[in-house]
């Protein structure tokens, strides 16, 4: 018998993804941006997936924007966010040491592009410290990004506290929740996370897709 320990890393599709997907594949190919008819069905369905994953994290549907998976919708949202803050003189960006690559390349990259990253420990138990959180936001802080649940050693931060702390100091909040999605009750109002990347192969879909 062969057992799959891995599934942090990516998981099996699940008969029920492969059941709503397979009819798709075979005949919703249009263009959802075409005006016939078609079109107009592929439109229908892929707005029915947007407010089902809104529906599923507290979010409105026009605030889902669909990705290749995780690392693209990392890497859309730290770099939105530090554009915005370019354009404003906020050239610091907070996040952790123990970051997933999707995000720490990213940062490097920005590092290099002449914005500054503080990297917070995580200590001996892998959780970030809200006091040095609090302390390390800066006048010129435009983000803090810090992953929901970690990939390899599986702590889970406080979430609704970070974005607290950042929405009283008005500073924009981005959590990598690939680790979370479909195992950890997830609302973005009440948590108050501003994006939130995702990706459909770490809960049993397909590879290739995720949602900022
Ligand atoms: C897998 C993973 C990613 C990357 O997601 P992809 O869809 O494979 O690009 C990003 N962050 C974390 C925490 C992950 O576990």
Not at 6 to 30: F, G, H, R, W
Not at 141 to 164: D, F, K
Not at 178 to 204: R, T, W, Y
């Amino acid at each position: 018998m062969n057992v799959y320990f891995d599934n942090a890393a990516t998981t099996k599709m699940s008969q029920v993804a492969l059941d709503a997907m397979i009819p798709c594949l075979e005949n919703v190919y249009a263009n959802a941006s075409s005006l016939h008819t078609p079109g107009q069905k592929s439109k229908e369905v892929l707005e029915k997936a947007r407010e089902e994953i809104a529906a599923c994290i507290g979010a409105q549907p026009n605030e889902i924007y669909f990705t290749s998976g995780g690392s693209e919708a990392d890497n859309q949202a730290i770099v939105s966010a530090a554009k915005w803050g370019a354009r404003r003189n906020k050239k610091h960006i907070i996040s952790t040491a123990f970051e997933h690559h999707a995000v720490l390349h990213t940062l490097q990259k920005l590092e290099k592009e002449g914005y500054e990253v503080t990297y917070l420990d995580v200590h001996e138990n892998g959780m970030v410290r809200l006091d040095e959180l609090e302390a390390a936001i800066r006048p010129d802080t435009c983000l803090v990004t810090v992953m929901y649940a970690n990939n390899e050693i599986g702590s889970i931060q406080p979430i609704a506290e970070i974005g607290a702390i950042c929405k009283e100091k008005s500073v924009y909040f981005h959590t990598d929740a690939v680790q979370a999605v479909g195992h950890l009750p997830i609302n973005v109002k009440e948590q108050n996370i501003d994006m939130m990347s995702a990706s459909a192969h770490k809960f049993h879909g397909p590879k290739g897709i995720g949602f900022l």
